[in-house]
């Protein structure tokens, strides 16, 4: 078998290196995006949970770009889901803003030195950049997985007082702008290099010589091929046209459902073809196997391939 995933020690000095290398990659729509999602896709091929926290610091460093303001020096999270139990409040004070409330699903929160946070505001969403210092209460008891437990994943807990100039650009500003559509890209390179950084781990100690088993090895090769073809076309599409939001979201809507189904594929076509040895006895395997199944779940599933049906019903191409 390839080199094992990380554990937590060396997954923080690793994120630490290759967070500061993420300075180089260059913000999706700038020629090189391309490069920029093969990058991110080493980082998780290398290992699952590295390559989630350095997504959200590159990530977060793109949005920063966008925004036309550089971040403090340090590794940074982009913690935006919303739902229950996941909501911060934005309320005007006199001073700028008062942040109440909770996020769920908060990669690296133990590790980063800043993050982006999303919050709700009589206005409309705001994107709010805080340092550690602005986190309240960080539970990472809440987190049961195995999956990314060697991430700091927590739910952090917010009731702090910001000034307005924490806020990048303004209300709706985070989800209207293409790059939020290019950033979800970049995420789903994640999920392939995941997939395929299992691949290469299970297949160099397959043991298998039966038809049956090779042909699932293959289509998992011919998938891996699919996932690299598929965010290669789409990085060159983006730096084509990185201003467009329309395209950005048909691309990412698209993109995200292929690797999707291709990366979990992958994943039980390895399952199939090399038996239950792997699960049983490999701790680091069956982890990663975990991590993918967990990561993908990023995806949105049928809600996010609805509109590209709607638009085919509308008459768009």
Not at 176 to 181: D, K, L, N, Q, S
Not at 256 to 263: G, S
Request: proline share 4%; glycine share 14%.
């Amino acid at each position: 078998m390839s080199a094992a995933p990380l554990g937590r020690q060396d997954l923080v000095a690793a994120f630490r290196e290759a967070g500061a290398a993420a300075i180089a990659l260059a913000a999706p729509g700038r020629g090189r995006t391309a490069e920029r999602f093969a990058a991110l896709w080493s980082c998780a091929a290398r290992d699952v949970a590295l390559g989630r926290l350095v997504e959200a610091h590159a990530d977060a460093l793109a949005i920063a770009a966008d925004a036309g303001i550089e971040l403090a020096a340090g590794t940074y999270g982009v913690w935006a889901s919303e739902g229950p139990g996941s909501t911060v409040e934005a309320t005007p004070t006199s001073a700028g803003l008062r942040l109440v409330g909770a996020k769920r699903y908060c990669t690296g929160a133990a590790l980063v030195d800043g993050a982006l946070v999303t919050a709700r505001s009589p206005d409309g969403v705001l994107l709010v950049s805080l340092g550690r210092d602005a986190f309240g209460a960080i539970d990472e008891g809440e987190w049961k997985a195995r999956a990314f437990a060697g991430t700091g994943s927590a739910t952090v807990h917010f009731d702090v007082e910001v000034p307005t100039s924490a806020v990048l650009g303004g209300p709706g500003w985070y989800l209207e702008r293409p790059g939020f559509w290019h950033g979800g890209v970049g995420v789903a390179a994640c999920w392939a290099g995941g997939a395929v950084g299992l691949l290469d781990r299970v297949a160099s100690g397959w043991g298998r010589r039966d038809p049956h088993s090779l042909a699932h090895l293959g289509a998992a090769d011919a998938a891996a091929w699919g996932m690299a073809a598929v965010l290669d076309a789409a990085g060159t599409e983006i730096d084509a046209a990185p201003d467009d939001a329309g395209a950005a979201q048909v691309r990412a809507r698209r993109v995200r459902h292929l690797i999707d189904q291709q990366a979990n594929g992958l994943v039980d076509d390895l399952v199939r073809g090399a038996g239950p040895g792997p699960l049983a006895f490999d701790e680091d395997i069956e982890r990663q196997v975990a991590e993918v199944r967990l990561y993908t779940r990023q995806s949105h599933g049928e809600r996010d391939v609805e509109p590209l049906g709607m638009r085919r019903v509308d008459g768009g191409g």
